[in-house]
Protein backbone atom coordinates (compact mmCIF):
# COMPACT_ATOMS: atom_id res chain seq x y z
CA UNK A 1 0.00 0.00 0.00
CA UNK A 2 1.47 3.84 -1.10
CA UNK A 3 2.81 4.88 2.67
CA UNK A 4 0.80 8.11 1.93
CA UNK A 5 -2.09 6.47 1.76
CA UNK A 6 -1.68 4.78 4.15
CA UNK A 7 -1.77 7.21 7.38
CA UNK A 8 -5.19 8.38 6.48
CA UNK A 9 -6.34 4.91 6.06
CA UNK A 10 -5.58 4.44 8.97
CA UNK A 11 -7.22 7.34 11.05
CA UNK A 12 -10.32 6.54 8.85
CA UNK A 13 -10.26 2.94 10.52
CA UNK A 14 -10.05 4.58 13.88
CA UNK A 15 -13.03 6.97 13.39
CA UNK A 16 -15.06 4.17 12.10
CA UNK A 17 -14.26 1.83 14.93
CA UNK A 18 -14.71 4.47 17.29
CA UNK A 19 -18.32 5.12 15.93
CA UNK A 20 -19.38 1.22 15.55
CA UNK A 21 -18.27 0.64 19.62
CA UNK A 22 -20.44 3.73 20.16
CA UNK A 23 -23.26 2.39 18.24
CA UNK A 24 -22.90 -0.77 20.52
CA UNK A 25 -23.19 0.97 23.17
CA UNK A 26 -19.51 0.05 24.39
CA UNK A 27 -18.66 3.98 24.67
CA UNK A 28 -21.62 6.90 25.42
CA UNK A 29 -22.04 9.69 24.14
CA UNK A 30 -20.50 11.63 27.08
CA UNK A 31 -16.93 9.91 26.75
CA UNK A 32 -15.95 11.86 23.33
CA UNK A 33 -16.53 15.08 25.99
CA UNK A 34 -13.99 13.60 27.67
CA UNK A 35 -11.44 12.81 25.09
CA UNK A 36 -11.98 16.44 23.76
CA UNK A 37 -11.10 17.74 26.82
CA UNK A 38 -7.63 15.24 26.89
CA UNK A 39 -7.05 16.80 23.53
CA UNK A 40 -7.71 20.08 24.07
CA UNK A 41 -6.03 20.58 27.42
CA UNK A 42 -3.39 17.66 27.39
CA UNK A 43 -2.06 16.02 23.90
CA UNK A 44 -2.57 18.76 21.35
CA UNK A 45 -0.84 21.37 23.71
CA UNK A 46 1.93 18.88 23.95
CA UNK A 47 2.10 18.28 20.27
CA UNK A 48 2.55 21.91 20.00
CA UNK A 49 4.75 22.38 22.47
CA UNK A 50 7.00 19.71 20.90
CA UNK A 51 6.37 20.85 17.10
CA UNK A 52 7.96 24.46 18.19
CA UNK A 53 11.11 23.01 19.96
CA UNK A 54 12.39 22.34 16.40
CA UNK A 55 11.02 25.81 14.75
CA UNK A 56 13.70 28.31 13.59
CA UNK A 57 12.86 31.44 12.49
CA UNK A 58 11.26 32.12 9.43
CA UNK A 59 9.80 35.52 9.03
CA UNK A 60 7.76 34.28 5.78
CA UNK A 61 5.93 31.61 7.89
CA UNK A 62 3.90 34.15 10.23
CA UNK A 63 2.47 35.05 7.01
CA UNK A 64 -0.27 32.04 7.86
CA UNK A 65 -1.47 33.66 10.25
CA UNK A 66 -2.64 36.21 8.17
CA UNK A 67 -4.00 33.38 5.64
CA UNK A 68 -6.33 31.77 8.46
CA UNK A 69 -7.24 35.26 8.85
CA UNK A 70 -8.26 35.85 4.89
CA UNK A 71 -9.52 32.45 4.21
CA UNK A 72 -12.02 33.11 7.45
CA UNK A 73 -13.27 36.60 6.24
CA UNK A 74 -13.85 35.78 2.30
CA UNK A 75 -16.08 32.50 3.40
CA UNK A 76 -17.83 34.89 5.79
CA UNK A 77 -18.27 37.48 3.16
CA UNK A 78 -19.50 34.49 0.65
CA UNK A 79 -21.58 32.76 2.59
CA UNK A 80 -23.75 36.20 3.70
CA UNK A 81 -24.20 37.00 0.05
CA UNK A 82 -25.54 33.56 -1.18
CA UNK A 83 -27.65 33.47 1.75
CA UNK A 84 -28.59 37.44 1.97
CA UNK A 85 -32.41 36.28 1.27
CA UNK A 86 -32.92 34.10 4.21
CA UNK A 87 -34.04 34.69 7.43
CA UNK A 88 -31.80 35.79 10.14
CA UNK A 89 -31.43 32.48 11.79
CA UNK A 90 -30.27 31.07 8.31
CA UNK A 91 -27.86 33.76 8.23
CA UNK A 92 -26.49 33.47 11.18
CA UNK A 93 -25.68 29.73 10.28
CA UNK A 94 -24.27 30.40 7.10
CA UNK A 95 -21.29 32.72 8.96
CA UNK A 96 -20.75 30.45 11.63
CA UNK A 97 -20.20 26.99 9.05
CA UNK A 98 -19.39 28.41 5.87
CA UNK A 99 -16.05 29.45 8.07
CA UNK A 100 -14.08 28.05 10.40
CA UNK A 101 -11.91 25.27 10.82
CA UNK A 102 -11.48 22.59 13.12
CA UNK A 103 -8.07 22.21 12.76
CA UNK A 104 -6.79 21.28 16.43
CA UNK A 105 -8.89 17.95 16.56
CA UNK A 106 -9.44 17.25 13.15
CA UNK A 107 -6.01 18.36 10.95
CA UNK A 108 -3.10 18.16 13.31
CA UNK A 109 -3.10 14.66 13.70
CA UNK A 110 -2.36 14.20 9.84
CA UNK A 111 -0.28 16.89 9.93
CA UNK A 112 1.59 15.94 12.66
CA UNK A 113 2.14 12.10 11.61
CA UNK A 114 2.99 13.01 7.83
CA UNK A 115 5.25 16.07 8.67
CA UNK A 116 6.25 16.26 12.46
CA UNK A 117 7.34 19.07 14.20
CA UNK A 118 8.05 21.56 11.42
CA UNK A 119 4.36 20.82 9.63
CA UNK A 120 2.54 21.53 13.23
CA UNK A 121 4.73 24.87 13.32
CA UNK A 122 2.70 25.60 10.15
CA UNK A 123 -0.57 25.08 10.92
CA UNK A 124 -0.44 26.17 14.39
CA UNK A 125 0.38 29.63 13.07
CA UNK A 126 -2.36 29.69 10.55
CA UNK A 127 -4.63 28.08 13.20
CA UNK A 128 -3.56 30.81 15.30
CA UNK A 129 -5.21 33.40 12.43
CA UNK A 130 -8.29 30.79 12.06
CA UNK A 131 -8.76 31.06 16.34
CA UNK A 132 -8.29 34.33 16.22
CA UNK A 133 -11.68 34.60 13.43
CA UNK A 134 -13.18 31.69 14.69
CA UNK A 135 -13.56 33.05 18.72
CA UNK A 136 -13.31 36.86 17.51
CA UNK A 137 -15.16 38.03 14.43
CA UNK A 138 -16.95 35.28 13.20
CA UNK A 139 -18.50 34.83 16.61
CA UNK A 140 -19.31 38.46 17.03
CA UNK A 141 -20.64 39.10 13.51
CA UNK A 142 -22.81 35.81 13.72
CA UNK A 143 -24.28 36.69 17.28
CA UNK A 144 -24.84 40.21 16.33
CA UNK A 145 -26.97 38.87 13.36
CA UNK A 146 -28.85 36.86 14.78
CA UNK A 147 -29.69 38.29 18.06
CA UNK A 148 -29.16 42.09 17.83
CA UNK A 149 -26.22 42.19 20.46
CA UNK A 150 -22.72 43.12 20.11
CA UNK A 151 -20.23 41.34 21.83
CA UNK A 152 -18.23 43.30 24.45
CA UNK A 153 -13.99 43.13 23.39
CA UNK A 154 -13.84 41.41 27.18
CA UNK A 155 -16.42 38.50 26.21
CA UNK A 156 -14.30 37.54 23.02
CA UNK A 157 -11.10 37.70 25.01
CA UNK A 158 -12.55 35.52 27.45
CA UNK A 159 -13.30 33.01 25.19
CA UNK A 160 -9.55 33.63 23.42
CA UNK A 161 -7.94 33.24 26.93
CA UNK A 162 -9.88 29.98 27.61
CA UNK A 163 -8.32 27.86 25.11
CA UNK A 164 -5.35 26.21 25.72
CA UNK A 165 -4.13 25.52 22.34
CA UNK A 166 -4.28 29.63 21.77
CA UNK A 167 -2.90 30.30 24.81
CA UNK A 168 0.48 27.47 23.65
CA UNK A 169 0.78 29.49 20.45
CA UNK A 170 0.94 32.59 21.77
CA UNK A 171 3.58 31.66 24.71
CA UNK A 172 5.47 29.17 22.40
CA UNK A 173 6.01 31.95 19.39
CA UNK A 174 7.11 34.74 21.92
CA UNK A 175 9.73 32.23 23.45
CA UNK A 176 10.63 31.47 19.12
CA UNK A 177 10.51 35.18 18.68
CA UNK A 178 13.12 35.72 22.32
CA UNK A 179 15.30 32.60 20.73
CA UNK A 180 14.38 31.13 24.06
CA UNK A 181 14.65 27.12 24.14
CA UNK A 182 13.08 25.21 26.56
CA UNK A 183 15.01 22.34 28.17
CA UNK A 184 15.17 18.80 26.47
CA UNK A 185 13.85 16.93 28.82
CA UNK A 186 11.16 19.05 28.89
CA UNK A 187 10.62 18.69 25.09
CA UNK A 188 10.93 15.02 25.31
CA UNK A 189 8.13 15.06 27.55
CA UNK A 190 5.73 17.00 25.26
CA UNK A 191 6.85 15.16 22.46
CA UNK A 192 6.25 11.46 24.07
CA UNK A 193 2.40 12.89 25.59
CA UNK A 194 2.03 14.73 22.10
CA UNK A 195 2.26 11.64 19.89
CA UNK A 196 -1.00 10.46 21.68
CA UNK A 197 -3.06 13.60 19.83
CA UNK A 198 -3.43 11.09 16.71
CA UNK A 199 -5.48 8.51 18.16
CA UNK A 200 -7.31 10.34 20.98
CA UNK A 201 -8.75 12.82 18.48
CA UNK A 202 -9.59 10.09 16.04
CA UNK A 203 -11.55 8.43 18.46
CA UNK A 204 -12.83 11.74 19.65
CA UNK A 205 -14.21 12.26 16.10
CA UNK A 206 -15.46 8.72 15.82
CA UNK A 207 -17.65 9.01 18.83
CA UNK A 208 -19.12 12.55 17.85
CA UNK A 209 -19.68 11.39 14.31
CA UNK A 210 -23.64 11.35 14.09
CA UNK A 211 -25.80 12.12 10.96
CA UNK A 212 -29.04 12.32 11.56
CA UNK A 213 -31.05 13.19 8.79
CA UNK A 214 -34.30 15.16 8.24
CA UNK A 215 -36.04 16.52 5.01
CA UNK A 216 -35.05 19.66 3.69
CA UNK A 217 -31.34 19.56 5.60
CA UNK A 218 -29.13 18.66 2.94
CA UNK A 219 -30.74 21.53 0.57
CA UNK A 220 -30.56 24.27 3.69
CA UNK A 221 -26.90 22.80 4.19
CA UNK A 222 -25.60 22.56 0.65
CA UNK A 223 -24.71 26.18 -0.23
CA UNK A 224 -22.57 26.03 2.97
CA UNK A 225 -20.52 22.77 1.87
CA UNK A 226 -20.48 24.13 -1.70
CA UNK A 227 -18.54 27.73 -0.44
CA UNK A 228 -16.82 25.34 1.65
CA UNK A 229 -15.10 23.02 -0.60
CA UNK A 230 -14.99 24.84 -3.33
CA UNK A 231 -13.06 27.66 -1.91
CA UNK A 232 -10.82 25.08 -0.57
CA UNK A 233 -9.92 23.71 -3.83
CA UNK A 234 -9.27 27.56 -5.16
CA UNK A 235 -7.28 28.61 -2.10
CA UNK A 236 -4.70 25.49 -2.36
CA UNK A 237 -4.48 26.24 -6.30
CA UNK A 238 -3.62 29.93 -5.68
CA UNK A 239 -1.34 28.92 -2.65
CA UNK A 240 0.27 25.99 -4.87
CA UNK A 241 1.07 28.63 -7.87
CA UNK A 242 1.49 31.72 -6.28
CA UNK A 243 3.27 31.35 -3.42
CA UNK A 244 6.99 30.42 -2.73
CA UNK A 245 6.07 28.38 0.16
CA UNK A 246 7.96 24.91 0.52
CA UNK A 247 5.92 21.72 -0.88
CA UNK A 248 5.79 20.77 2.89
CA UNK A 249 3.92 24.12 3.80
CA UNK A 250 1.60 24.13 0.56
CA UNK A 251 0.60 20.33 1.28
CA UNK A 252 -0.14 21.49 4.76
CA UNK A 253 -2.32 24.59 4.11
CA UNK A 254 -4.23 22.44 1.43
CA UNK A 255 -4.86 20.32 4.16
CA UNK A 256 -5.73 22.90 6.47
CA UNK A 257 -8.54 24.58 3.79
CA UNK A 258 -10.41 21.18 3.70
CA UNK A 259 -10.68 21.08 7.43
CA UNK A 260 -14.12 20.27 8.33
CA UNK A 261 -16.12 22.95 9.98
CA UNK A 262 -14.81 24.07 13.89
CA UNK A 263 -16.61 22.16 16.49
CA UNK A 264 -17.61 25.64 18.23
CA UNK A 265 -19.55 26.16 15.31
CA UNK A 266 -22.28 23.97 16.44
CA UNK A 267 -22.33 25.61 19.80
CA UNK A 268 -22.66 29.13 18.73
CA UNK A 269 -25.34 27.93 16.38
CA UNK A 270 -27.52 26.45 19.06
CA UNK A 271 -26.92 29.36 21.54
CA UNK A 272 -27.54 32.02 18.82
CA UNK A 273 -30.67 30.44 16.40
CA UNK A 274 -33.11 27.54 15.93
CA UNK A 275 -30.37 25.82 13.29
CA UNK A 276 -28.50 23.66 15.93
CA UNK A 277 -29.30 20.11 14.40
CA UNK A 278 -28.79 21.54 11.24
CA UNK A 279 -25.27 23.05 12.26
CA UNK A 280 -24.63 19.33 14.03
CA UNK A 281 -25.64 17.89 10.55
CA UNK A 282 -23.51 20.18 8.57
CA UNK A 283 -20.69 19.59 10.80
CA UNK A 284 -20.69 16.17 10.45
CA UNK A 285 -20.98 15.77 6.67
CA UNK A 286 -18.04 17.67 6.36
CA UNK A 287 -16.39 15.56 8.66
CA UNK A 288 -16.92 12.74 6.79
CA UNK A 289 -16.41 15.09 3.25
CA UNK A 290 -13.15 16.11 4.55
CA UNK A 291 -11.82 12.67 5.64
CA UNK A 292 -12.47 11.27 1.76
CA UNK A 293 -11.03 14.80 0.96
CA UNK A 294 -7.89 13.25 3.22
CA UNK A 295 -7.96 10.19 1.28
CA UNK A 296 -7.24 11.80 -2.10
CA UNK A 297 -5.02 14.85 -1.12
CA UNK A 298 -2.55 13.30 0.86
CA UNK A 299 -1.30 10.86 -1.94
CA UNK A 300 -1.61 13.08 -5.00
CA UNK A 301 -0.14 16.14 -3.25
CA UNK A 302 2.90 13.85 -2.06
CA UNK A 303 3.23 11.87 -4.79
Not at 11 to 34: G, M, P, T
Amino acid sequence: MNSNLSQPLLFLSIILLANLLKRAKVFKESDAQVLSQITLNITLPAAIVAGFSSFRMDSSLFLLILFGILTNVILMGLAYLALRKESKDMQAFGLFNASTYNIGNFSFPFVQTLFGGPGLVAAALFDLGNALMTTGLVYSVGTSLATNKKQSIRDILKKLLSSMPFITYLVMITLALADIHLPPFLTQWMDAIGKANPIVAMLMIGMMLEIRFEKGWLKQAMKVIAIRYLCAALFSVLVWNLTSFSPMVKVTLALLFFSPVSSVATAYTQRCTDKGKLSSFTSSVTVVLSTLSFLILVPLLNA
